[in-house]
């Protein structure tokens, strides 16, 4: 008996909460182009980023990725993506990571470049999502002005979705945003000395 009125409790909570969710999504009529933000400390930016290239491929839009900074990785989504090379568009544009480079006007150099491809796909009417994995690297270095880049993002057209990754995302950015997700590091594995793994890191 004591199961019968647990169950029936549950399944009049259930109740409640669905009727709840079915009044909040009933208003929920808008449909626009979003700029969404990955940041935070923790891993998994630009792979949650690729969750979503995935699925806009599945549902038969066209992609847009720029690379800001990993564009001398060989990274395994790359090799999935380039599958798709009827629906998709990516421009390795990086040079590498500033510590690897140590060459701030070249990585100043590969940020324009790349912020050009940028705006390219921005103004190409056929893409249905942009990706521009590790801009907020770039940023935060100042080698792309904020606020010419919160502007080009902020005058895209009203269907467009935008993808920005990367650590450390400006104030500017997070404020033009409509999505900001923080990926917080609760325990890293790099701590323990375990070196990046494929399949895993890249």
Not at 7 to 35: C, F, H, S, V, Y
Not at 85 to 92: C, G, P
Not at 174 to 195: L, Q, Y
Request: net charge positive.
């Amino acid at each position: 008996m004591t199961m019968q009125n647990d169950d029936a409790r549950w399944a009049e909570k259930k109740r409640k909460q669905k009727a709840a969710r079915d009044k909040i999504l009933a208003r929920k009529t808008k449909e626009k182009g979003l700029l969404m933000v990955h940041t935070g400390k923790g891993k998994g930016k630009t792979t949650a980023a690729m969750g979503l290239v995935m699925r806009a491929l599945g549902h038969g839009q066209k992609v847009g990725i720029v690379q800001f900074v990993k564009g001398k990785w060989e990274t395994g989504e790359r090799v999935v993506l380039e599958k798709f090379s009827d629906q998709i568009t990516i421009a390795v544009m990086g040079e590498g990571f500033s510590w690897d480079s140590q060459d701030r006007q070249r990585d100043i150099v590969a940020a324009q470049a790349a912020w050009r491809a940028a705006q390219e796909m921005i103004a190409d009417p056929s893409y249905d999502l942009i990706l521009l994995d590790e801009l907020n690297i770039v940023l935060r270095y100042d080698h792309l002005p904020i606020a010419e880049v919160v502007a080009g993002l902020t005058a895209r057209r009203p269907d467009l979705h935008i993808i920005v990754t990367g650590r450390n995302a400006k104030p500017e950015l997070i404020e033009a945003a409509d999505m900001v997700t923080d990926m917080t590091m609760v325990k890293h594995h790099f701590r323990d000395d375990v070196k990046a793994q494929a399949g895993i890191e890249f």
